[in-house]
């Protein structure tokens, strides 16, 4: 009879890995889930009922486990391969970095950063309470990267630093199949039950949800809704928040919607809680695809190690004291992630940020939410002359009535010279890739990493030739092209390190040129560029994102001129 065991991975990358794992394993009858810290504590709460035998996860995630149930749990370790996939990994990240973690992670790291020296510090915690004044502390010496457990990545994105969870490999995966079949014969323990203690600390017509310092829901009360709106579990991570005294985020409610989240600290005879209380936004249908409404809580990560990327920085900080911004570049420059920066640079993670489509902007949606702060504007090339005018009048008023105004252009347009040559407008050219080639080597680290990250992609570093060729090639989509790219290359890597050979495959499958035939040039110039387009689209199937590739335009331009 094989022995029925719950696998709990507290990050998603972790699946596929394990998934092919149990193939392997005969003895285990395995239930796969996902969460982190308080996040698995649903999945334990019915591992009893369901007759589960043993329990496996990792880090702070089995360590709260093994508080919750008599069912015994094993602790996945770190290899000695885990350390040296994440610090290859890290290998080419620009700036100070460091290892934060429990003895069982930095033991097996300092040996490793020691014997190979590889400038890497590392910093041992003893409790789970350390880690966020510890890496806020790191923050204040000039570090950059922060590697370690779910709890160090967390801690590291709520103090504004980029950090890389130190994942877990094949060879952990079945030594702790190993150990739960050793363990499933001599040790079984009862489930021991606490009573949670809910009080009602006063009447509030509001809605509010109160947790304690462990993450656990101490009450809670709806009067604008029938029932629960909001998943409790999307606001544990927010518990406690560092920053601000009061915060606002956007998180998406159970029927889609967002909602408006107002995060506070509370002291109440000597114990802190964190309060919540949630509302619908006002006059806002963030289910609008022209329309978002969104939470910016770190200071998005600009590569900058080339001249022309720090320039752009150097005159963001320059005009950080108006409120009326002009970002002009190219499509795939990055004017959307620019204008989050700008956003959190002057506010630090309070307030919202909305991001809206020209033609919606040009109707003036007023009055916005008291707690939007930035209104970022794009696509303003397609609209009309006329709607310009409405767009450039609107943009007026918003900026005297204290919001921060951000508009996004690909080139300096006639009909908005009145805003784009005022003296308070602040006015920002984002270079193209090829003006910062010098970048190109710190943003592929960087996508190997976030893809490596999202997706679980094998490749954690590229060969030095086919860095080259990246280098070499002119990315007219610029960025996005760049990171597009990447995650081509990824898919069809298959060994720990990206080969000359995939890269130039995928760049000879994107040089592939657009087939024209003759008959195809005649008639009028909008005539011949309809029908060049409509023999692209039959080319690619229907395929608007790669016809706008392959035509170097947007896609909102293309589906302009596919209307006409």
Known sequence: ??????????????????????????????????????????????????????????????????????????????SGYDMLRVLTLANDFPGKKAIVGFSNITLGAKTITDILDIGIEVFTIQKEEEVEALVH??????????????????????????????????????????????????????QQENDLLRAIIKENTDNIILFNRNAECVFEQWNTFSSPPILLSDLQSLVHRKGNAESVVMIEGIKGDMLKVQVSSLEIAGETYTQFIIKELNDIKSSSENLNVESVSQLPMIIHESEAMKDCLAAISAGKNRNLW?????????????????????????????????????????????????????DAEDISAEEKSRLLNQCQKWAESGKEVILSLSSEIQELYSLLFKEETVRIYI????????????????????????????????????????ERYNWPGNTAELKAFLFDVLAAEKGYIISKE???????????????????????????????????????????????????????????????
């Open 502 to 564: 995939t890269v130039s495959r995928q760049l000879n499958r994107k040089q592939r040129p657009v087939q024209i035939e003759d008959s195809l040039l005649t008639g009028t110039l909008d005539q011949i560029e309809k029908r060049i387009i409509e023999a692209v689209m039959k080319e690619e199937n229907q395929n608007q994102t790669k016809v706008s590739k392959r035509l170097g335009i947007n896609r909102s331009t293309l589906w302009r001129k596919l209307k006409e």
């Open 1 to 78: 009879m094989k022995i029925k065991t719950l696998f709990i991975a507290p990050y998603p990358a972790m699946l596929p890995l394990i998934k092919e794992c149990r193939k392997e394993e005969k003895d285990l009858d395995i239930k796969i889930a996902t969460g982190n810290l308080g996040q698995a504590l649903p999945h334990v709460k019915n591992a009893e009922s369901e007759g589960i035998d043993m329990i496996i996860s990792r880090g702070g995630t089995a360590k709260l486990v093994q508080q919750e149930t008599n069912i015994p749990v094993i602790d996945i370790q770190v």
């Open 326 to 378: 002009l970002l002009i570049g190219s499509a795939g420059t990055g004017k959307g992630l620019l204008a989050r920066y700008i956003h959190y640079l002057k506010h630090q993670g309070a307030g919202l940020f909305l991001s809206i489509h020209a033609k919606e902007a040009r109707r003036g949606l007023n009055p916005f939410d008291d707690d939007i702060r930035s209104i970022y504007i794009y």
């Open 431 to 470: 270079p193209s890739l090829l003006e910062r080639k010098d970048d190109i080597r710190a943003l592929t680290a960087y996508f190997i990493a976030h893809f490596h990250q999202q997706y679980g992609t094998s490749a954690v570093k590229i060969r030095e030739d086919a860095m080259e060729l990246l």
């Open 137 to 190: 502390e790191l923050r204040s010496k000039g570090f950059e990267l922060i590697m370690g457990d779910v709890v160090t990545v967390e801690a590291a994105a709520k103090a504004g630093l980029e950090g890389i969870l130190i994942q877990s490999g094949r060879e952990a995966i079945f030594d702790a199949f190993q150990k739960a079949k050793s363990l499933y014969d001599s040790f079984r323990r009862k």
